[in-house]
């Protein structure tokens, strides 16, 4: 089911399987009401999590959800084969990206 941007998805969490958060221009940040949603699936007790996967401008809205910080880059970062590092796991990954903001690391809360 496609819903709009500032549809209360965190109320409906029992209606679906998991998120998909799509791509979308500009600012991050500026999509207040989907963030708010967010900070509410991500923080519910462990019995009702539900996957989320995003795709750029979903991804860095899931890194505000975690309390992130989106800052600008300067030139962007487009283009083929730009290299993705697994903190995690130490994997490398060869992704393709079209975005112009990024979410500092340094500044999620613990635990992410």
Not at 26 to 48: A, N, R, S
Not at 76 to 93: A, D, F, I, K, W
Request: glycine share 12%.
């Amino acid at each position: 089911t496609v819903v709009p941007w500032n549809y209360p998805f965190a109320d409906d969490m029992h209606k679906y399987d998991g998120l998909f958060l799509s791509n979308g221009p500009g600012d991050p940040t500026m999509c207040k009401e989907t963030i708010e949603q967010l900070e509410k699936v991500v923080t519910c007790p462990d019995d009702q999590v539900k996957p989320i996967y995003g795709i750029c401008m979903g991804n860095q809205l899931m890194g505000l959800a975690a309390g992130g910080k989106a800052e600008k880059l300067p030139f962007g970062n487009r283009g083929q084969n730009q290299p993705v590092l697994n903190h995690q796991t130490g994997e490398c990954y060869i992704t393709p990206q079209n975005h112009g903001y990024v979410i500092n690391c340094d500044t999620l809360k613990p635990g992410w």
